[in-house]
């Protein structure tokens, strides 16, 4: 989830408040996202780390004080009441080189795919950006959508376990029907506190502020 940021340089700050780190996510619902909880779960468990919610980043991360947070809510709301439901497809399992992208689901972004999803990352982030109270410090400037399996530190041959058996539970658990990829509905997405400190990998602190509801 995090990584190498880029700060907007239209920013606010107030002396005095504290700023808090949010995030914006779009949580599967429904059996995809039962069925993703529970390998998320069982991950964990095998890797001795945290489990968290399922989600596709919107967006990642972005700062400010509480007493702005409602201006912000308001703006969402009014931008996801403008925007029309839509499908987000998933691809292959994956790794990465760092902890919050261990092994993860990617979101195929080339073509038609997730156009739909890179439209709305590209509209919630005008949004922020175009708010001076808002410091936006983009964990990868380049949207690279995907859904996360497991955050840890695990390298080499022991990723790629790890990986493997994520491969292996999707395609018992969540078959993609016809052989089609693996996709889900978005009718809405959320504002979540995500507080991360230097070397604080740890999501029990995270929580959900407020839920926008896609199309009214």
């Known amino acids: 989830m995090t990584g190498e940021t880029t700060t907007s340089p239209r920013t606010r700050t107030r002396e005095g408040g504290k700023q808090q780190q949010y995030s914006l996510w779009i949580t599967p619902q429904g059996r995809t996202g039962e ?3 529970q390998i998320i779960g069982e991950l964990a468990g095998k890797y001795e780390t945290e489990s968290f919610e399922p989600h596709v980043t919107l967006l990642s991360v972005f700062e400010l004080q509480q007493e702005d947070l409602k201006s912000v809510e308001d703006s969402l709301s009014e931008l996801a009441r403008g925007t029309s439901p839509f499908e987000i497809t998933l691809g292959s399992v994956v790794s990465g080189a760092s902890f919050f992208q261990c092994v993860f689901l990617l ?3 080339d073509g038609a795919p997730n156009a739909d999803l890179v439209q709305l990352h590209q509209s919630v982030r005008k949004v922020l ?3 001076e109270a808002v410091k936006v410090s983009l964990a990868n400037p380049n949207y690279m959508p995907h859904l996360s399996l497991l955050y840890s530190g695990v390298q080499g041959e022991e990723k790629e376990g790890a990986k493997g058996q994520a491969s292996a539970m999707l395609r018992e658990r969540l ?5 089609s990829s693996l996709s889900f509905g978005v009718r809405s997405f959320e504002l979540y506190e995500t507080p991360m400190g230097t070397g604080d990998n740890s999501t029990k602190s995270w929580r959900r502020v407020a839920s926008f509801d896609l199309g009214g």
């Open 35 to 37: 069925g993703l909880g």
């Open 107 to 109: 979101c195929p972004v």
């Open 129 to 131: 950006e175009g708010n």
């Open 175 to 179: 078959p993609a029907e016809g052989g």
